[in-house]
């Protein structure tokens, strides 16, 4: 459905942490293999599924988890609020080059109004993963006033504790490239921990201007076992920010594909397996 092959690895991962070119060199051994890509066709809304399955044997389906989590809290509407991809997008193909003027020619080079621009904003990001990490570098690219960085979770030790010894997978407080860039800049960690949103703040033009926060306690649900972060009252602060970008995930297959090939869903909108089983 884009004009280039690639998904996420393409448009939702920055240039300086997955150079395109690698990703054209694998698309050149496909097509030498035989691999035909049809650019710009968006199946469910532009093409058919009844047409895919009447002229080919078999269809796979691999679009991916595009289903943004979204935050649905009182202000939501508000202008200069974005899904974290969608950010991530627009400054890829804003710096792509541009094939009318040659390869080394740049189609805008970031101008005014060619990207969804961080440039002189507060930032506020609402996500502590590698998505929201990624917003965090390039937003700092961009030349943003500040950055934040909401995480739900509480901060991990920077040590590894007694019960997570090597060989397992250290649980230990990671700083990626994005958080390093902007403790550089502005001299402390853009993450606060055990923190979400709880409402966006406009000013008289719509545009969102702070938003309102509220930190969080692990506390064991009773009827599930499972451990809930909860609000814990009495917390709640006012931050500034003129952008912001979720960064909260995602929640599987997009309803029209699914819909379009009448592929049955979970109560987490993943594809339905058979307990115990990842075959569909």
Known sequence: REDKAGGLLRYGIPNMKLEKHIIDRKIAVMEQEGVTFVYNCNVGKDKKAAELLKEYDRVILACGAKNP??????????????????????????????????????????????????????????????????????????GAKSVLQLEMMPKAPDQRAENNPWPEWPKICKTDYGQEEAIAVFGHDPRIYQTTVTEFIK?????????????????????????????????????????????????????????????????RTNVKTGDGKYQT
């Open 69 to 142: 989590r979204d935050i649905k809290v009182p202000g939501r509407d508000a202008k200069g609020i974005y899904f974290a991809v969608d950010f991530l997008t627009s400054t890829t193909k804003a710096l792509w080059a541009d094939p009318e003027k040659g390869k080394e020619a740049k189609a805008s080079l970031l101008k005014a109004g060619s990207c969804i621009s961080a440039k002189g904003k507060r930032v506020m990001i609402i996500g502590g993963g590698d998505t929201g990490n990624d917003c965090c570098g390039t937003a700092m690219r961009h």
């Open 203 to 267: 000013n008289k033009k719509g545009e969102v201007c702070q938003i309102k926060t509220v930190k969080l306690t692990p506390k064991k649900d009773e009827k599930s076992g499972r451990m809930m972060m909860v609000p814990v009252e009495g917390t709640e602060e006012i931050l500034p920010a003129d952008l912001v970008l979720i960064a909260a995930g995602f929640l599987g297959s997009q309803k029209y594909v699914t819909d379009a090939f009448k592929v049955e869903v979970n109560q």
